[in-house]
């Protein structure tokens, strides 16, 4: 079943402890659609200005990608700028240039309204808003956000909460929303606010599950390879939700499961800049991995 | 099986943002003892001054925990002043009055020489060696260490580490010990030194173990009530040691089980001050820990 996502399509300019890369291919869509295309058909909606090179948009349709929702605007193309120290968890941004981003307003192709997965990833909660206007039934909805958007835009992002079924954050974000050091505290406070599932990302250390009931605690995997953490997250969010549209089924133990495919995806992410091993991975390498973290977790 | 412990015994005057305590019982020793005592009987082998409470040896005597190996020496205990912010994983010491700890050189009574399962708590790598030259022959060493020793008496511990079975350190300590970032690279590193196993404590991220050939993850309790983490690694060492000297099985299958123990006992370990928790915890307390580890892993 084939998933909708609508984000952020860039150019980004990266510099980790592990080299330095420039105009590389970037933007929450672009890492989540080269991630979930492993599981799922996927269709972008999206912008980008008219300096942007027309190859990056032949290499990701040769997936399992459908473009049409990708505005090309004149103008430039949403430009990231940021840097990384040695404790990769953290993204210090340098400069945004918003650029043909601006003014997105997301208008979803006809044949996308029915959609039944949709990843908004992070964005202005206001667009995220306008996009679930867009959309008749969907079965799930999973959302992103950041801390920019809880400082600036709570009240917008509060009621995205509220449409939202499972909702992914940084650990550091869902401190920030809740203004709590404990995470399982977070977590409470934030399933009380709309999402029926939390999940809490934390970089090197894995990621967290909650729902009213349960929790579940994915591993890290440990890697021989990071590079660039740039877009873990939205590879983890296509991984997921990826899987979920592959199997259909929201089962909490399958909802688990799915948590450990983002986990793989976000960890072949890490290993080069942008999306590069993204789109150089096989398939035969996400079961291999998978399998592996069934073996680093069993006791 | 019984365990023989040397390490530190004293009084702790301990800050976190939950509260305040003066004075109250600690050191590596006392959470060790009292964790694994759940498990295995427990020798201790330490120094106390002759102002120490007599009430403390009084109760630790009646759990699984023989005291003959405590000296009780003209002066006054050892005292460690420290606290925490919200983030508890690192802590800051304000004061160390080493006291009677000072001079202290272990001698193990004659019927602790046989001991099968040994722990060297952190403490100067040269008494670490003290010890294992008064051992006979031993099934299993675990030692641990600080970034103080690593920074102030690396020989020595290098000297250790190749005695050592299994090393327990902190994350932060692998790295400075290994000059990396990786934890896998650090491992790996470790691993070379002399250690058979490396597990590396990450706080509330919970803990790796790598082997020559094979590594697991396992995963942090999300906690509920955390109030005071001083003790936590010894809680972990405790549980760890205790359920492989109880099993007197040492199979990779069955350390990452002791792993899990110590997590168990670690987490129990945090949610009061000083050793408050694992005096008053029940053996079925113990078990129903373990087993929601097991159910927030599977997937």
């Given at each position: 079943m084939?998933?909708?996502?609508?984000?952020?399509?860039?150019?980004?300019?990266?510099?980790?402890?592990?080299?330095?890369?420039?105009?590389?291919?970037?933007?929450?869509?672009?890492?989540?659609?080269?991630?979930?295309?492993?599981?799922?058909?996927?269709?972008?909606?999206?912008?980008?200005?008219?300096?942007?090179?027309?190859?990056?948009?032949e290499e990701l349709g040769k997936k399992n990608v459908d473009l049409k929702g990708i505005e090309i605007k004149k103008g430039k193309t949403f430009q990231w700028t940021g840097s990384y120290d040695y404790d990769l968890n953290q993204a210090h941004t340098l400069d945004t240039q918003l650029n043909v981003f601006e003014d997105f307003n997301p208008k979803l192709p006809s044949e996308y309204r029915n959609s039944n997965f949709i990843f908004l990833a992070n964005m202005d909660p206001e667009l995220q808003l306008k996009v679930l206007e867009q959309v008749e039934s969907p079965n799930l909805v999973v959302g992103d956000t950041m801390n920019f958007w809880i400082e600036n835009k709570k009240d917008a992002l509060l009621k995205t909460l509220k449409k939202v079924d499972i909702i992914l954050m940084n650990d550091s974000e869902a401190r920030e929303l809740c203004k709590t050091y404990s995470l399982l505290e977070a977590a409470q406070s934030i399933l009380k606010l709309g999402p029926s599932t939390v999940i809490i990302k934390k970089g090197e250390h894995g990621a967290l599950m909650f729902t009213d009931s349960t929790h579940f605690a994915a591993p890290a995997y440990p890697l021989e390879e990071v590079n660039d953490p740039t877009?873990?997250?939205?590879?983890?969010?296509?991984?997921?939700?990826?899987?979920?549209?592959?199997?259909?089924?929201?089962?909490?133990?399958?909802?688990?499961?799915?948590?450990?495919?983002?986990?793989?995806?976000?960890?072949?992410?890490?290993?080069?800049?942008?999306?590069?091993?993204?789109?150089?991975?096989?398939?035969?390498?996400?079961?291999?991995?998978?399998?592996?973290?069934?073996?680093?977790?069993r006791f």
């Open positions: 084939s998933i909708l996502v609508v984000g952020s399509i860039g150019l980004d300019n990266i510099e980790t402890p592990f080299g330095k890369v420039e105009n590389i291919l970037g933007g929450s869509a672009i890492h989540f659609s080269y991630s979930a295309s492993f599981f799922s058909p996927v269709k972008v909606v999206g912008v980008v200005g008219n300096d942007f090179p027309k190859k990056h948009l877009g873990a997250g939205d590879s983890f969010a296509g991984g997921f939700l990826g899987y979920l549209a592959q199997t259909k089924d929201l089962s909490e133990i399958n909802i688990r499961k799915a948590v450990v495919f983002g986990s793989v995806m976000a960890s072949y992410n890490v290993e080069n800049f942008g999306p590069r091993r993204l789109q150089n991975l096989a398939l035969s390498e996400v079961d291999k991995r998978y399998k592996e973290f069934v073996g680093i977790t």
